[in-house]
């Protein structure tokens, strides 16, 4: 393959980018930044930009990974859409650049980056923290995160049940017919949390839906959603009572609504534990609350582009 710029869109992006791989490379890299070496890694907590008018914001995520020869930016934005819009919520380009020249050597769709990204940290957070013998999903919204989150749990794992909520049940029951496996649609989000173990959190919502008296003891909370500092997924008791695990603690304390409105505690970011700085308290009920990451978008840019040169 020659030098020239390399354009991919989502279709080639989401071909390329496989669980098994991109997994163990987000792992890495959440241990190494948190381990806070700026010669190794720089990320600055992502800039954004509200676009007031339409409910949305524009945010963008530099990383400088030395050690691994990446340079890298996403662009995202993501507005709260009404219900069966046909736009996405969440849509991203991914730029690499020449760390060394400082042109840019790739161009990628960063809609599948993100998808599958986020849902590779949640599988760690949930590898991490989840209860040993975990064997009931819930999985709370029916977009496009969800479905990136049902695909790496039940491939990842082995669940007994899987139940889905969505605000429209008939999103819900959309969702269902368009997978190969069991999954049942609850009517509300205490019937599809009650007595489950892992609980993925993946709405537009900006106020707490998952109140903490209707989560089973010791369960482990995926929470992807309400990345505004005014936004809510969880509430006050669930975020006070459970021990909090953040992807940085930088953009947990200036992003996420869950954890500045309720004053919740974070006990440490998952890098901490994956470097062994920090316990997983899988005994407890635990709250994994994700962000996203310049660094997570950078790995998942670098591993696309290394299989397409491989297949070259
Ligand atoms: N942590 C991270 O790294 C990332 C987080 N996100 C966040 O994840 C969430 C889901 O994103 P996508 O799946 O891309 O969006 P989507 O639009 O595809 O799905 C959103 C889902 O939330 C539901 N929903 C919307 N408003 C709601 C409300 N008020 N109450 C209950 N449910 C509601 C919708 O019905 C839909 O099922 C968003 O909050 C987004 O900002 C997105 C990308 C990365
Ligand atoms: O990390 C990301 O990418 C995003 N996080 C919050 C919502 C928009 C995309």
Known sequence: MSDSLVLLNKCEVERLLSYDELIPRLESAMGKFSKRDSSEIIQPVRSVVPIQPYNGFLGVMPSYMAADGILCTKMVTFYQRAEGSSLPSTQATVLLFHPERGHITAIMDGEAITAKRTAAVSAISAKLLMPAL????????????????????????????????????????????????????????????????????????????LFGEWVKPGAHIAAVGACRPDWRELDDVLMREAVVYVDSREGATAESGDIILSGAHIFAELGEVINGSFPAQREKTTVFKSLGMGIQDAVSAKLVLEKLKSEH
């Open 134 to 209: 975990s064997e009931v999903l819930c999985i709370l919204g029916s977009g496009q995160q969800a479905k990136s989150h049902y695909d790496v749990f039940t491939n990842v794992f082995k669940f007994k049940e899987v139940r889905i909520w969505s605000r429209r049940r008939e999103m819900a029951q959309q969702f269902v017919n368009d997978l190969q496996g069991p999954v049942r649609v609850c009517s509300s989000v205490k019937e599809a949390v009650m007595g489950a173990d892992l609980i993925v959190t993946a709405t537009g919502a900006s106020q707490p839906i």
